[in-house]
């Protein structure tokens, strides 16, 4: 990576910006492999650790046995086998039933029974017998099994034997359990140093090489930094998209603060969604400039970016309608959010070379980590198709999780959600925003949604900026009252 950095010598400033953004891409997921080691070390153990113990239950469990009742003996005995024998006697069962049911004409071809059909009295007697014979059954092995633990019982006088031998071997297993867990933690930790060190080496390279293009880019654009304040994550300054004579949004000015809630909202047809395509560049804008401040503290003008890369600089937007791959299981939509975080390029990724398969590990960690965050764990090998909506939309957050968001645009996220689902959703969004330090730019047009939600709000309509400020400056601003409800009534938006 550093000799490629080498190589590009004089760069424009956005060939920096995508250097630095790699560069600091492969310092993220050495950070990563470290992390995902020392997690693989830890289930590596922890199976080994489960192994012995297995290996080692049996004979306490015998040892156990015989200092237990009688009674107590005769269960456990019995909680053994009773799971095979009920098994046996559920087939037994279903075949009678079935063979019953095919001899009085009861099943169609397919083996189904037919409408309304039922057995007769004669055939329900037998399956009656049956069962009541499998019962008898279980309770002549139950008899049985009580026998054999009293006859098994130690003498009065071997009872203080039996313990010292139980106590003898419980001492035993732990001594051998302490002894193969503190083996195990002497090489992970051999192990996860060495492969820390590995890493750190890498890293110090990296850090070498990315200095040394931000220096070049500082160089390039010294007043790049300052082109926004230090605690702005968006800025739209004039922002203007036409379609023909029809001005969607027209000299649009504000400010997305970092890490706060921001609230976009205006009557339908106010060019709320147009710019969001203009900020994602699905839309080039006609006027006006769009200035963003990355993760790192870089000032990228949006204007100059495709759609598909507008990704790569931590913005992540979701839709008005749920966008899922109906085909692929919830976990491999989570998958394919990250594609653009895979940095291999081709020939790598034909012989599956082991940065290859580096890359795949953290990812897929990933994805897991935000399954378990979204509360869809439960659900990750199902296909999303089917689920319900509340479920959709928080696939969608997790999607833009997986994509590294540092802007996250919400389109109209409770759409299509009922009271309960919308209250999950609002805590999910706080929760985002305060564990991932992401700034949450929203269109809704649930305004109790937006108003308990959002730091600040700005109203448009007809692509114009009617207000900003906070929820309640919003509510008293008479011309945002007249925009939505052609009066001056604050309790009427209130309740809209």
């Known amino acids: 990576m550093a000799k490629m950095t080498e190589r590009l010598g004089a760069a424009s400033p956005r060939r920096l910006s995508e250097t630095i953004e790699r560069l600091e891409a492969a310092l993220r997921m050495g950070g990563d492999l470290v992390r995902l080691k020392e997690k693989q070390l830890a289930q590596n153990s922890a199976h080994w650790l489960e192994k012995l113990r297995r290996r080692l239950a049996p004979a306490l469990l015998s040892l156990e046995e015989r200092l237990m009742g009688a009674e107590e003996a005769a269960q456990a005995l019995l909680d053994k086998r009773l799971p095979a024998l009920a098994a046996k006697q559920r087939l037994a069962f279903r075949k009678l039933r079935q063979d019953l049911r095919r001899a009085e004409g ?8 037919k409408p309304g059909a039922a057995l007769s009295a004669q055939a329900e007697g037998r399956l009656d017998a049956l069962l009541k014979s499998q019962q008898a059954e279980r309770d002549a092995l139950n ?34 359990m302490d002894e193969l867990k503190s083996t195990l933690a002497q ?67 504000f400010d997305v603060k970092k890490g706060e809630i921001f609230g976009l909202i205006g009557p339908n047809g106010a060019g709320k969604t147009t710019v969001f395509n203009c900020i994602t560049q699905f839309y080039k804008p006609t006027g006006g400039d769009i200035l ?20 790569t600089k931590g913005i992540v937007r979701t839709f008005q309608n749920v966008e ?8 491999e939509n989570l998958l394919v959010a ?61 999607r833009t999780l997986m994509a590294g968001a540092n802007l996250i645009i919400l389109d109209e996220p409770a759409a299509g959600l009922n009271d309960q689902e919308t209250v999950e ?28 939600l959002c730091d600040h709000i700005c109203a448009i309509s007809f692509g114009k900026k009617l207000a900003y400020g906070t929820p309640e400056e919003i509510q008293n601003d008479p011309a945002v009252q007249e925009a939505y409800l052609g009066t ?8 809209v």
Request: charged share 30%; aromatic share 6%; proline share 3%.
């Open 488 to 495: 001056s009534d604050k309790r009427e938006l209130e309740a």
């Open 106 to 113: 009861l099943l169609d071809r397919q083996g189904r029974m």
């Open 292 to 311: 963003y401040r990355t993760r790192e503290g870089g000032v990228l003008a949006l204007n100059h970016y495709q759609v598909h890369d507008v990704i």
């Open 425 to 452: 959703l609002t805590h999910l969004i706080r929760k985002i925003q305060k564990d991932f330090d992401a700034t949450i730019f929203l269109v809704e047009h649930n305004m109790g949604l937006v108003m308990g």
């Open 187 to 253: 090489k992970d930790a051999a192990a996860l140093a060495a492969y820390r060190n590995k890493q750190e080496r890498k890293a110090e390279s990296l850090r070498r090489a990315l200095a040394k293009k931000q220096a070049a880019l500082a160089a390039v654009g010294p007043g790049a930094r300052d082109a926004l304040p230090p605690d702005v994550t968006l800025r739209l300054d004039g922002l203007s998209m036409a379609f023909g004579g029809l001005r969607a949004v027209d000299n649009l000015s």
């Open 324 to 331: 899922v791959v109906g085909e692929l299981s919830i976990l």
């Open 338 to 398: 990250a594609h653009r975080q895979y940095h291999s390029g081709l020939f790598r990724q034909m012989f599956n070379t082991r940065r290859v398969r580096e890359e795949e590990q953290v990812i897929r960690a990933r994805a897991l980590e935000v399954l378990q965050y979204c509360g869809l764990s439960a659900l990750r090998d199902l296909p999303p198709v089917g689920q319900p909506y509340g479920v959709l939309k928080r696939i969608e957050l997790a």
């Open 143 to 176: 008899e049985r099994l009580l026998k054999e633990a009293r006859d098994s019982r130690p003498a009065p006088g071997a009872i203080q034997e039996a313990r010292a031998a139980y106590e003898k071997a419980r001492a035993d297993a732990d001594r051998r």
